[in-house]
């Protein structure tokens, strides 16, 4: 299974609403997660089953979506959030999407 | 708290071997099912090998299968990925992640700090 994320990459400002979609070649329930990663280090768990939040991630994260596509939304974005943002299915093996890279406007 | 130390990346020529290993601790290391994930530098990410809690059930990618062989000694808490035949495209952040279940659904909640991979003469 084939995950897109669009944009590849945006541009923002601190206190925007951002939204990232992704979008799975077939469908696979509500079986994604989303993980953020900074320069150097590991990706973070971000939301599972498509919509749940991790335990000590902000409430300014939430996802959405079933079947092929999905959207994760930063409701106001924060210094500490430019980052790189990947999707996840589960619902075969394992596979990622290619990334989408939010910097600083 | 949870933690995962991988070791063992370096330098090696095409065609070589390396094994890689994740030390655990802050969790019962046997009950979780644990995997290998990799970074090519600049790239994105991309799943490689999980091994079930007890260690019988292994699963690969395509990219890797028949190269490359996970496992785990679970009274040592320690996760392994033994990589023969390497090749250039191999070259990576190699990290390994915890797996875990919640109401039918896993994910890799936990992730250690990755160790680099480089296959070149």
């Known amino acids: 299974i084939q995950l897109t994320q669009s944009p590849s990459s945006l541009s923002a400002s601190v206190g925007d609403r951002v939204t990232i979609t992704c979008r799975a070649s077939?469908?696979?329930?509500?079986?994604l997660a989303w993980y953020q990663q900074k320069p150097g280090k590991a990706p973070k768990l971000l939301i599972y089953a498509a919509s749940t939040l991790q335990s000590g991630v902000p409430s300014r994260f939430s996802g959405s979506g079933s079947g092929t596509d999905f959207t994760l939304t930063i409701s106001s974005l924060q210094p500490e959030d430019f980052a790189t943002y990947y999707c996840?299915?589960?619902?075969?093996?394992?596979?990622f999407g290619p990334g989408t890279k939010v910097d600083i406007k | 708290e949870v933690q995962l130390l991988e070791s063992g990346g370096g330098l090696v020529q095409p065609g070589g071997s390396l094994r890689l290993s994740c030390a655990a601790s802050?969790?019962?290391?046997?009950?979780?099912?644990m995997t290998w994930v990799r970074q090519a530098p600049g790239k994105g990410l991309e799943w490689v090998s999980t091994i079930g809690g007890s260690g019988v059930n292994t699963f690969y990618a395509d990219s890797v299968k028949g190269r490359f062989t996970i496992s785990r000694d679970n009274s040592k808490n320690t996760l392994y990925l033994h990589m023969n035949s390497l090749r250039g495209e191999d070259t990576a952040v190699y990290y390994c992640?915890?797996?875990?279940?919640?109401?039918?659904?896993?994910?890799?909640?936990?992730w250690g700090q990755g160790t680099l991979v480089t296959v070149s003469s």
């Open positions: 992640a915890r797996i875990t279940w919640n109401y039918g659904q896993y994910y890799f909640d936990f």
């Open positions: 996840q299915q589960l619902s075969s093996y394992p596979t």
């Open positions: 077939q469908g696979i329930n509500s079986y």
């Open positions: 802050g969790f019962t290391f046997s009950n979780y099912a």
